[in-house]
């Protein structure tokens, strides 16, 4: 028999009114703009927008259809490169992006190929004409498509059919610097002689948005690139029809769903605005999407995962023609095939089975991204327009303009993120200290772009160091006072914060007087403890609690909660440091390992040692 559910009237007739209504009865006489978040860039974010029925749903993608599955080739050996395209190919992919260590530097990281011939070896049985082919040797790159031109007439594959994009941004290099005019040049000669649309020109945000950047700073600075391409496709001779099919667009995903979404709408819009003022023809922007780096943890990396799926999530919502989704293991080491399996599956799910691409612009209309497309637009903007005021995307670079500007936002995210304002599930927040490491090809991890995980990673491997070294695990020993429903919130969360630096907290437990819990410090052997309870507790017991913890031998004292008008009372019986939501727990984790005396250890250190 079929369950028959009732809706209540106002689930229908509810109005904005009344929703503000019921927020003011929750809010007990607090200012609604409690509510009201902001973004990186200072950007609001309102608790409720109406949905915007005047504008219409945006054809996204240039074609219609599925977005192509991009996989990263990094293996350094031309034939396990081969057979990883092979496999990745075999298992969903649609697309290859080729990481190129044309020097041969052996670093690890890069398929070493230079010659057309190497190209025939590494697509050995792959069909060119069936997949997208991206490849990004840095600044060997232009050189690189011309040498997979060759391969391509030397095996009789008609270019014509063949999508291929040079991955590689100059001007976001370390050293940025314009195209190579020449080779640019023959390259633009000999793909019109044989019909290929290679994409010459890419403006890539990656190296933006792992430095540090915001959302919109890191759209302006792609739209910077972009001009500066559109500029030396001129230098080259190429027609001012041809520019826009020449230059392509890397932009990253990451787990802000919403903002991933409208920043992928939005590249759209200011694409267009610069070709309708550069006076050419408009011309859909191919964009390809990348999960973010920075956002990537090496502890508890399943949680990567999760990353991954809203990114990618975000980025076929907001339309992007390609979408590479990096591996979970990719902060650690080279990913194995298991861990490339898991990337390719993540995209290939919201295809098959969510049919994620057969709905056009499923975001139209919604309140909340339109605004923050819109938002985001205007920012964006008017940083381009303050880079082109400074002569240009280099001149911009060379006077500092870029650097500053990243470096402010970056400095305001580590802040958040040392204050667990802005939380890292399975590293800064629910840490798992007994995690089992994860497979990987090899540890090697030479990207030195920032990642939002590094600082708690370090103290972690800090830790483990001690460990491996002595045999013991540092730890803390909540000293906790009253009975269990007083101080279990507070204990709970405590051994989360000391986790997230590897100081593994004592079990709490209920002690019949505040000797008993001073023995239970002694006997544990722990150089640091922690008082923990309530507020109502630390009235009549903190003051004895700190006195009996320091005269048992404690090296330093923690109170949890924030002290009040008692702070003066407590510091004075032997309280060093309090511990509450919202301070400074990266510094504070710092300090405690100075106090017990750790090595200094960074994530790469414990990559090494995972290896």
């Known amino acids: ?55 219409p749903a945006r054809a996204l993608r240039g074609q219609a259809g599925s ?19 092979l496999e990745d190919l075999d298992g969903g992919a649609s697309g290859v992006d080729l990481v190129v ?41 232009l050189g690189l498509i011309q040498e997979f031109l060759g391969y391509l007439k030397a095996s009789h594959i008609d270019p014509t059919f063949v999508r291929l994009t040079a991955a590689y941004d100059s001007n976001s290099a370390k050293e940025g610097s314009a195209a190579d005019i020449a080779i640019l040049q023959s390259l633009v000669e000999e793909s019109v002689a044989c019909g290929s649309p290679v994409r010459l020109l890419t403006a890539d945000g990656q190296v933006w948005h792992n430095s540090g950047a915001s959302d919109a700073q890191e759209l302006a600075l792609v739209l910077a690139s972009s001009v500066a391409h559109l500029r030396t496709l001129e230098k080259a001779g190429v027609e001012p029809e041809g520019w826009a099919e020449r230059i392509s667009i890397t932009l990253v995903a990451d787990a802000d769903q919403f903002g991933a979404i409208s920043k992928a709408r939005a590249i759209r819009k200011l694409w267009a605005s610069v070709l309708a003022g550069a006076g050419v023809k408009q ?28 990114a990618s ?53 919604s309140g909340a991204i339109e605004a923050r497309t819109d938002q985001l637009c205007a920012a964006a903007w008017a940083f381009f327009q303050e880079i082109e005021s400074a002569g240009g995307l280099l001149a911009a670079r060379q006077s500092g303009l870029v650097d500053t500007k990243i470096a402010e936002t970056k400095a305001k995210i580590e802040k958040d993120i ?45 830790a483990d160091a001690h460990e491996q070294a002595t045999g013991q695990a540092p730890g803390i020993f909540l000293a906790t006072l009253g009975p269990l429903a007083q101080f279990t919130a ?9 986790a997230a630096g590897g100081l593994k907290a004592s079990e709490a437990a209920v002690y019949g007087s505040i000797d008993e819990m001073a023995a239970a410090f002694k006997e544990s052997g722990a ?80 990559l090494e040692g995972q290896a």
Request: glycine share 8%; proline share 5%; aromatic share 8%.
């Open 418 to 462: 040392a204050r667990r304002k802005r939380p890292i599930t399975g590293v800064s927040e629910f840490p798992n200290l007994g995690e089992k490491p994860v497979d990987v090809l090899a540890a090697a991890n030479n990207d030195d772009s920032w990642r939002y995980a590094e600082p708690f990673e370090a103290l972690r491997a800090a």
């Open 313 to 365: 999530f975000a980025a076929g919502v907001g339309g992007a023609d390609s979408v590479c989704v990096l591996p979970h293991t990719e902060a650690i080491g080279l990913p194995d095939a298991f861990a490339r399996r898991l990337a390719r599956n993540t995209q290939s799910m919201l295809l098959e089975e969510s049919s994620l691409a057969k709905v056009m612009d499923p975001s139209a209309g």
């Open 490 to 498: 507070r204990a709970t969360w405590l051994a989360s914060a000391f």
């Open 101 to 141: 260590d044309a020097n041969g530097s052996g670093a690890g990281r890069g398929v070493q190929i230079r010659t057309a011939d190497d190209f025939a070896r590494l697509y050995a049985d792959v069909l060119p004409d069936l997949i997208e082919t991206r490849i990004d040797g840095g600044s060997h790159t």
């Open 527 to 606: 150089a640091l403890a922690c008082i923990v309870s309530s507020d109502t507790v630390y009235e009549n017991e903190a003051e004895a609690a700190a006195k009996a913890l320091s005269d048992g031998g404690a090296k330093h004292i923690y109170l949890a909660g924030k002290p009040g008008d008692k702070e003066a009372a407590y510091r004075s019986a032997g309280v060093g440091t309090f511990v509450f939501a919202g301070c400074d727990i990266l510094e504070l984790l710092r300090d405690a390992h100075g106090l017990l005396g750790l090595p200094s250890a960074s994530a790469e250190q414990e």
């Open 283 to 310: 011309d859909t922007a191919d964009l390809h999407m990348v999960t973010s780096r920075r956002m990537l943890t090496q502890r508890d990396p399943w949680v990567n995962l999760l990353r991954n799926t809203v």
């Open 67 to 85: 977005w192509t599955i991009t996989q990263r080739i990094d293996l350094p050996e031309i034939a396990a490169a081969n057979a990883q395209i």
């Open 1 to 55: 028999m079929p369950i028959r559910f009732s809706v209540p009237d106002h689930f229908y007739t509810s109005n904005e009114d009344a929703w503000w209504s019921a927020v003011d009865k929750a809010l007990k006489g607090a200012a609604r703009d409690r509510l009201t978040s902001y973004t990186d860039d200072g950007l609001p974010i309102e608790p409720l927008y109406q949905n915007r029925t005047d504008l």
